[in-house]
């Protein structure tokens, strides 16, 4: 594994990461910003959608947001227009992948972390065809969500279980077979995920600053330790051996600044196996 170095720095509460084409998106929920960001550090926003969270996902190459705030799902059309795709409902909306088939999960937290709400348990839903349903639920506090190369599996982060819950991907989208993936402790609390070609997934983890590759059963193969919370986790490049962390300051879910202003950067290091699947 490579060093870690920071390829943007001075951003709020940084998610998201999702690269695409030569460059790594993400989102920096403070500003209400997509970003996007060159090998080289330059960066570009490519869309402004004041939501918290603010979640992407690349439907072919077509950029998806998920507009928490006001319960939309948004397209954004290649002159930088953004557009209603579906409308979700009622707000609590989280993370968003591509099924591969044309179709979006997105789910939803079932409570308002940020005021101090008693938990309750959330869902993931199915986009396709101009519809929107739920084919989950019961996960405590559903974070990110990666669907794998063949298309046949949907994992997601419960960050309160600790776990990562696998989901099989039926004809028709809808999710069965329901098991843990991966237990990984209760010290553990996975936020966003990505997969690799080794079928092993990757997990960003706030409150343990680090970031860390699991095998199913929840065995772990590599920790990237960080001096501030890693909140998510992309692999990309030109040979898909960069992992990217967005990372920052962690306060609080209940601050009225959930991250210490300035301190979200993109972090990158090179790492033996390339990614896969979607997220």
Known sequence: MGEVRTLLDGRGLVESPRWHGDRLYFSDWSAGEVVAVGLDGAAEVVARVRSLPLCTAWLDDRLMIVSSADGRLLRRDPDGTLVAHAELGPSGWNDV???????????????????????????????????????????????????????????????????????????????????????????????GICVDAEDAVWYADVPNRRCVRVAEGGEILQTV???????????????????????????????????????????????????????
């Not at 009225?256 to 790492?271: D, F, K, N």
């Open 97 to 191: 992948v591509a099924d591969g088939r044309g179709g979006l999960y997105v789910n939803a937290v079932g409570f308002d972390p940020m005021s101090g709400e008693v938990s309750k348990p959330g869902s993931v839903s199915l986009v396709a065809d101009g519809s929107v349903r739920q084919v989950a639920d019961d996960i405590a506090f559903p974070n990110g969500m990666a669907v794998t190369p063949d298309k046949s599996t949907l994992i997601v982060a419960d960050s309160y279980r600790h776990n990562l819950v696998a989901f099989d991907i039926d004809a028709d989208g809808g999710l069965s077979g329901r098991r843990v993936w991966a237990d990984l402790g209760e010290a553990a609390a996975p936020d």
């Open 225 to 279: 330790h960080l001096d501030r919370g890693g909140f998510a986790c992309a692999l990309g490049g030109p040979d898909g051996r960069t992992l990217f962390i967005t990372a920052a300051e962690w306060r609080g879910m209940t601050e009225t600044e959930p991250v210490a202003p300035g301190s979200g950067r993109i972090l990158a290091t090179e790492v033996d196996v390339p990614g896969a699947g979607r997220r």
